[in-house]
Structures are given as C-alpha cells and as structure tokens.
Nanobody, 111 residues
Framework: QVQLVESGGGLVQPGGSLTLSCVAS????????LSWVRQAPGKALEWVST???????VHADLVKGRFTISRDNAKNTLYLQMNNLNSEDTAVYFC?????RGQGTQVTVSS
C-alpha cells in the first residue's frame, strides 16, 4: 500500500529556510507526479507545489519564487525547499500522491 512519511519541519524565524522530505513506498515512485499541500490552523487544505514525473515544477502563486520542489527517484524521496518563509507559511505540510497523504510535518514561522 502507498506510504508517505514527511519530515524536516520545525520552528524557523521569518526570512529563514527549511527543507522538507517525504519518503515514499508502495508504488512506482518515478511513474507519478507528486505534490505538497498544507493546512494552516483553522483553514482548509491548500495546494502548494507539484512536480511531474518528468520533473517539471508548478507552484501556487503564494510560494512561487520562494519554494522549490524536487525529487530523487533513486531514493524514492520528494523534497520541498522553502526560502524566505513568513508567518503565512505556518502550517502542517503533507506530501500527496493521488489524494493519499502522509501524517504531515509541522512548520512554524515565528520570531
């Protein structure tokens, strides 16, 4: 079965950076487009970024120019490099494959 395990979250100051990782198993990782989504307290789930199986990136306007999504097919791992973070980026971040998500990793941006 599909398993997605996120890590790398934490507390960071405004303007700081974090890199999230998602280790996947249970499917042919290289054959699928994958996404990062997030959920802020009291808000709905929000799409952040997607990478196609060919490696093309698409980002939500709110994170464009600040976030980079990448993948290492040899390691079955998806990444999200987040730069210039602000308080609006505070959320639980999930990697997603075909509407299946992991348990998430908390990102808190605060001084």
């Amino acid at each position: 079965q599909v398993q997605l395990v996120e890590s790398g979250g934490g507390l960071v100051q405004p303007g700081g950076s974090l890199t999230l990782s998602c280790v996947a198993s249970g499917f042919d990782f290289s054959a699928w487009g994958l996404s990062w989504v997030r959920q802020a307290p009291g808000k709905a789930l929000e799409w952040v970024s997607t990478i196609t199986r060919a490696g093309h990136e698409v980002h939500a306007d709110l994170v464009k120019g600040r976030f980079t999504i990448s993948r290492d097919n040899a390691k079955n791992t998806l990444y999200l490099q987040m730069n210039n973070l602000n308080s609006e980026d505070t959320a639980v971040y999930f990697c997603e494959k075909d509407e299946v998500r992991g348990q998430g990793t908390q990102v808190t941006v605060s001084s």
